[in-house]
């Protein structure tokens, strides 16, 4: 069975802290490795996306870092901030016709002033 | 700003009544995903469709059902509500090719008192 093994579940960092959200797969055939960030009461959204010919992305505080050999990816904030409380997802997708995402079970982020 | 509408936000139900949660989307995907969530944070995929007259069971096994007789529409219905069908349901669309990943709904906070 396809999966994405994430980890922590949960991490607490103070202000300024640089939390890492790290995520491993099995599937090969994995093409696309998406970001999703939940807020309460709220539907995940997408944050940051990375493909699998690339070994780093950045998106303002928001760095994804992807090893192909090891198939592991990891997320990274940068100055994290209270307003990054959040539940994180990771996440594969699937090639082919379908596009079909496998998500990571999630970590639960608090960042305290 | 998402473009997938979930109906109702909230709902409190008494067992045994029936229920249908909306979900519609004005972005054309053909894709659309249903899936359940606890307190936990796991998503648990339990219906998709890849388009008109299609739909598929997902990873957890689910007494709920869906239709998908219109694109833009894809709600799930549950016969007879119990106090397990407790949970938050969201929904998802994608587009053909896979595009930039799901956008999910607000999702529907479903107590079965």
């Known amino acids: 069975q396809q999966q994405v093994k994430q980890s922590p579940q949960s991490l607490i960092v103070q202000k300024g802290g640089i939390p890492i959200i790290n995520c491993a797969y099995e599937n090969t055939a994995f093409d696309y490795f998406p970001w999703y960030q939940q807020f309460p009461g709220k539907g995940p959204a997408l944050l940051i996306a990375i493909r699998p010919d690339v070994s780093e992305k950045k998106e303002g505080r928001f760095t994804i870092s992807f090893n192909k050999s090891a198939k592991q990816f990891s997320l990274h904030i940068m100055d994290s901030q209270p307003g990054d409380s959040a539940t994180y997802f990771c996440?594969?997708?699937?090639?082919?016709?379908?596009?079909?995402?496998?998500f990571g079970k999630g970590t639960l982020l608090t960042v305290n002033p | 700003e998402a473009d997938i509408y979930q109906t109702p936000r909230y709902l409190v139900i008494g067992t045994g009544k029936k229920i249908t949660l909306e979900c519609s989307q004005t972005m054309g995907h053909d894709k659309m995903y249903w899936y359940q969530q606890d307190p936990g944070m796991e998503l648990h995929l339990i219906h998709y469709?890849?388009?008109?007259?299609?739909?598929e069971k997902g990873d957890l096994s689910s007494e709920s059902t869906v239709s998908r007789i219109r694109t833009e529409h894809f709600p799930l219905t549950l016969e007879s509500a119990r106090p397990s069908h407790t949970s938050q349901y969201l929904c998802?669309?994608?587009?053909?090719?896979?595009?930039?990943?799901?956008?999910f709904g607000s999702g529907t906070r479903l107590t079965v008192v």
């Open positions: 469709s890849y388009g008109v007259n299609s739909t």
């Open positions: 996440a594969a997708r699937s090639g082919g016709s379908n596009y079909k995402l496998t």
């Open positions: 998802a669309s994608s587009p053909t090719g896979g595009g930039h990943g799901y956008t």
